[in-house]
DNA sequence: GACCAGGCACATC
DNA sequence: GATGTGCATGGT
């Protein structure tokens, strides 16, 4: 093994060959996944499932809805997700982004540039860099990669980049490694949450991990 | 009971 | 600029 290039290349083959494609993002629309990306924030999906279908049982996963709703409502609502207080604020944040500068159309969103939307979307209060790739990726479909505590963590124990550097450097380096490609970059940071989850924990110790083989 | 989950803002040093 | 803390549910 050579370069940085080809060890991200190698282990994105890894991954799908051991795994398969994991067919993300599970949403119906792209509203829903920019709700789901917010919710998610340091939450198991599972809750956020359950938040989400409180909202769709109840007929209010719309933006206008969200705006018009009172936050307490609102975060009664999306309670099973955790932090429930704090998400009620920043969808209330989003939506008024998303309605304000596009009229709540996704269309019109998913046209604008990709740099000035990810400088958008990091001014609207609880988006941080992670939140905002995954929003422009799986909602909008712009081919940003989305770096997370996994990915600085196994790219870290693989000696690929130490952990001292920040979200931009880890990113920067799957941009210039890779074709700037939605599908791939969809696949291969799923693939990363689907193995970090099963052998990647922070107090767990590669255990079978099918990625040991790139370990130095 | 400890640990963890598809982070982020804010305070403090 | 680095480090610490609050936010909170539900699963293992």
Redesign the pocket.
Known sequence: MKNTKEILYSIYQCLYDRYGPQL???AEDPFE?MV??IL?????????E?AINNLKEANLLDPYKIQKMKSQKL?SLI??????????G?LKAFVQYFISHYSASVEAMKGEKTEVLRENL?N???????????ILL?ALEHPVFVI???TKRILSRHKILDG?H??EAYQQLFHESLPLDTELFNEYH?LI?RV??EH?????VCNGCPLSIFLP
């Open positions: 993300w993002w599970p996944v789901g990306a998610t924030q340091n939450t198991n999906w599972k809750n956020v359950r975060a309670r099973p997700a955790g932090y429930f207080n704090v998400k009620a920043r990091l609207v209060k609880g988006i941080g860099p992670e939140t905002a790739d995954s799986y997370d505590a996994y001292s920040n979200y799923a949450v970090g989850k990647c924990r922070t107090k767990q």
